[in-house]
């Protein structure tokens, strides 16, 4: 089974940046995954901040991370990226990366949770005022 595991968390004052990271283990050379960035904050729904394909690499972001937030991925490192940049307070929740098998993400669904059937287990974002 896939495993992922996220890093680059920690505590970082608005304006500031951070790089997430998402290193996948337990796939083959044949595995084609849509992969994303999911955020959530205490007492509100799981939201999702960024997606992109291992194929193809096209990115796909929520209207409130564009312009601050990069995903990319390093295929050679099995690892996937979140560079996120003018960092504000309401960027403040856990983050998790997470994939399932597809030949492309979709403009239209990349966001659903549901769809994603592998999880990490999250790392921490706070950004102070």
């Known amino acids: 089974q896939v495993q992922l595991v996220e890093s680059g968390g920690g505590s970082v004052q608005a304006g500031g940046s951070l790089r997430l990271s998402c290193v996948v283990s337990?796939?083959?050379?044949?595995?084609?995954?849509?992969m994303g960035w999911f955020r959530q904050a205490p007492g509100k729904e799981r939201e999702g901040v960024a997606a992109?394909?291992?194929?193809?690499?096209?990115?796909y972001y929520a209207d409130s991370v564009k312009g601050r937030f990069t995903v990319s991925q390093d295929n050679a490192k099995n690892t996937l990226y979140l560079q996120m940049n003018s960092l504000e307070s309401e960027d403040t929740a856990m983050y998790y990366c997470a994939a399932f098998w597809a030949s492309r993400c979709y403009a239209d669904s990349w966001s659903r949770a549901n769809d994603y059937d592998y999880w990490g287990q999250g790392t921490q974002v706070t950004v102070s005022s």
């Open positions: 337990g796939y083959t050379y044949l595995s084609r995954f849509c």
């Open positions: 992109t394909h291992t194929g193809d690499s096209r990115p």
